[in-house]
């Protein structure tokens, strides 16, 4: 069981940055954030693997937002720029294995690809 943990989510003007923090209680092969705007499905933004640091976007947020991982710390980050009103919502991080990413998997951006998620941390811009 790997328990994740998310920070960073706030309010912010268009045009403006944050940085989502995702801390897990145990290293995973790969994980991701993902996210519920209101009144829409929840999709993903961004997936890294974490030994290679391969790295997946989703075409609405590639060029603005940035996925990184520090092992030493079992932690991803989802530093967001040039933010949109568009961007609003709850952002989840998650985790995944390879025995998942080959069984049930989807690809990078898909839910069915993960297994453990956290509890999410809300994100607002403002126009």
């Known amino acids: 069981q790997v328990q994740l943990i998310e920070s960073g989510g706030g309010s912010v003007q268009a045009g403006g940055s944050l940085r989502l923090s995702c801390a897990a209680s145990s290293s995973s092969d790969y994980m991701g954030w993902f996210r519920q705007c209101p009144g829409k499905e929840r999709e993903g933004v961004a997936n890294?693997?974490?030994?290679?640091?391969?790295?997946y976007y989703a075409n609405s947020v590639k060029g603005r937002f940035t996925i990184s991982r520090d092992n030493t710390k079992n932690t991803v980050y989802l530093q967001m720029n040039s933010l949109k009103p568009e961007d609003t919502g709850t952002y989840y991080c998650?985790?995944?294995?390879?025995?998942?990413?080959?069984?049930?998997?989807?690809?990078?951006?898909?839910?069915?690809?993960?297994?453990?998620w956290g509890q999410g941390t809300q994100v607002s811009v403002s126009s």
């Open positions: 998650a985790a995944g294995s390879r025995s998942t990413w080959y069984g049930r998997g989807n690809g990078p951006l898909a839910s069915s690809s993960y297994d453990y």
């Open positions: 890294i693997w974490t030994v290679r640091g391969n790295t």
